[in-house]
């Protein structure tokens, strides 16, 4: 795994600690080698796990408090609630924090409260209390939000500056996954993509390349 990372990070990819049972310590260790995100913080991943009758610090941990990491959140208030989405951004700012649906094919479709479907690759799954659970209600199954839906609610519910909530799902993805010197900004020399919202950040208007799609 370790190895795999240099290899990753010597092609320009930016390797991720993925739903891992990892402790604080293997994580310092991956760092080194180029490992420097965290997949779905809090989601699927070790957090200050018991070794015997002591506590070992884990993924979640090392995300928050290892500079070099950045870390990506489910905003929908499902995934995360308030306060560990205000803990997140309190450690990382909005540099470190960017914003992700982990969006199931559903989430842009006209999808119903207690409706069961089943995806694409065959399981089945029912959508509940505004996210995607496993058709047993064993665990969640993904989200069933939009990326505009995670900037209202950085903003709306959980705090933040509207700047920041912006920031985190446009500029920071985008100079973490190193397209940082042509998107995210309205700047000369930057791709023309601009989304247009209102106050309560529906999305009214889509530009590409400076051409309205919507």
Known sequence: CLELGD?????????????????????????KHGFCDVTHIYNACTSCFKTGVFRTAGVVEAGLVIDEISTQTIADLRHLPKGVLQLIYKCKGDSKMYL?????????????ENTVYTQENGMSVIYEDKVMKL???????????????C????YKEVGVPLYSAVKMASLTPAEILGFGKSKGKIEKGYDEDLLIFDDNINIKSVFTKGVKRV
Do not use: C, Q, W, Y
């Not at 900037?151 to 950085?154: A, D, E, I, L, S």
């Open 100 to 112: 992700i649906t982990d969006g199931l094919e559903f989430s842009a479709s006209d999808i119903k």
């Open 7 to 31: 290899k990753l990070k010597a092609r320009g990819i930016v390797p991720s600690v993925a739903h891992s049972a990892a402790s604080f310590s293997e994580v310092e260790e991956a760092v």
């Open 135 to 149: 058709s047993d209600r064993s665990a969640l199954a993904g989200s069933a939000a939009v990326l505009s839906d």
């Open 151 to 154: 900037v209202r609610n950085m």
